[in-house]
């Protein structure tokens, strides 16, 4: 049988994955002061990934995203790990956090605070773990 | 009773929100009684779809309006509901098709099936 012909559903998912990718930063970066986070921005960007899965092929966004998702998680938790232990290198306790005011070029006064890094690691592992998943699922190997 | 300008607006966006229960509603009513997946999907995806825009819309212009918040994460769904719905609808009624479910008693004419045929 032929390669059924979904031009539609093609040019609306270029269009729809950018609006997702958006909208997954956009969460990520808001969870300090509004809803959001590491998790769901993760999460968010897992559903953009799963999309493009879903309607160009498995193989050919991995031939077009070239990343071990495995290694990708563990280099989350590693990442968490270490700004905990931050912490205790100047003799506090494990996981202190702080955070301070730098200028910078484009942004002008922006806070920046460890728990941003702690939400780096724990968005990296959520990628991590539910592309490991559902690429492990979906794969007929 | 006097009407000033901030209830005249938020009695237009009780309106518009109004306007969108009532398309979902109807959509709803037509997803009872049309008798085949085609039409059902005819009446759920546009009058719906309209019906989640108004409710959308209202909300935008409550919080851009009476707030004084420019809500581009309402915005931004707004744009996204009016661009997704339909190809989901689409999809549907297409697989729908392509797994042979029949059409209506009432049908006189399927012109997909000669190209289908042809192909």
Redesign the interface.
């Known amino acids: 049988m ?1 390669d ?1 012909n ?1 031009v ?2 093609r040019t ?1 998912t270029k ?2 994955v950018v ?1 997702i990718l ?2 997954a930063v ?1 969460l990520f970066v808001s969870g300090h002061h509004n809803p959001g986070g590491g998790f769901i921005g993760g999460l968010a960007f897992v559903a953009a990934i799963v999309l493009l899965f879903l309607v160009y092929g498995i193989e050919k966004v991995r031939k077009n995203f070239p990343v071990d998702f495995k290694a990708l998680a563990g280099a989350g938790v590693l990442i968490s790990v270490f700004t905990g232990a931050r912490g205790m290198l100047i003799g506090e306790p494990f996981l202190t956090q702080a955070f301070g005011y730098v200028h910078l070029p484009l942004f002008g006064r922006t806070e920046m605070a460890t728990a941003v890094l702690f939400d780096v690691g724990v968005a990296l592992a959520v990628i991590g773990t539910s592309l490991t998943i559902i690429m492990s699922i979906g794969d007929d190997r | 009773m006097s009407l000033n300008e901030s209830t005249l607006i938020e009695l237009g966006i009780g309106i518009i929100i109004l306007i969108g229960t009532i398309l979902g509603f109807l959509s709803a009513i037509g997803f009872i009684r049309l008798p085949d997946v085609y039409n059902r999907a005819h009446a759920l995806s546009k009058s719906s779809t309209l019906g989640v825009l108004f409710v959308l819309l209202g909300t935008f212009l409550f919080f851009l309006l009476v707030e004084d918040y420019f809500s581009i ?1 309402l915005f ?1 769904g707004i ?2 509901v009016f ?2 719905s339909p ?1 989901s609808s ?2 549907i009624c297409r697989s729908a098709y ?1 797994a042979q479910v029949p059409l209506a008693k009432e049908s006189v004419r399927d012109d997909l099936k000669e190209v289908l045929e042809k ?1």
């Open positions: 032929k059924p979904d539609i559903l609306v269009v729809a609006i958006t909208f956009n | 994460k931004l744009f996204f661009l997704t190809v689409h999809v392509r192909v």
